[in-house]
């Protein structure tokens, strides 16, 4: 036995109104206003710390090459050069170091930026956010300017 169906068709509910689409809109708006700032401020600690991470790989690589020749390089080229220790060629560091943003680190030996009693190290800086060198002040990011400082 088959059923009949009438010629009566049922009314449903196809999509949303333009004004559920709204407020759905509205509620995607404040949820982005709200967390996009906070973002973009982690974004910039971000890439503030890894210039610094950089920077003391630099430093690192800087003390072994102190080690073999009993002084530190007088630029970062020296670091990503073969050079001749005991018979065998060693390179301190596989290419140029960047920056976060992408730019060569500034480099001098001997240092006339920091000033700390029995400390030599060589100063090694980053032009910052703003890619303007202020010699290692300003937003530039630096080896011997303390953490806590620059944060």
């Known amino acids: 036995m088959k059923k009949q169906v009438t010629g009566q068709l049922s009314r449903t509910r196809g999509g949303f109104t333009l004004l559920e689409l709204l407020i759905v809109l509205a509620i995607i708006v404040v949820i982005a206003a709200m967390v996009v700032p906070n973002l973009l401020g982690q974004r910039d600690t971000a890439l503030r710390r890894t210039t610094q991470q950089t920077i003391k790989g630099v430093e690192t690589a800087c003390n072994m090459y ?54 030599e190290k060589p100063a090694i800086w980053s032009s910052g956010k703003d890619g303007k060198n202020d010699d290692g002040e300003g937003d530039d990011i630096n080896n011997w300017t303390p953490r806590q400082a620059k944060q």
């Open 66 to 119: 102190n080690v073999d020749f009993n002084d530190f390089p007088e630029s970062l080229d020296v670091l990503v050069q073969p050079q001749d220790v005991d018979g065998q060629k060693k390179v301190y560091l596989p290419d140029m170091p960047l920056d976060a943003w992408d730019r060569q680190l500034q480099y001098e030996w001997p240092n006339t930026k920091s000033q700390k009693e029995g400390v």
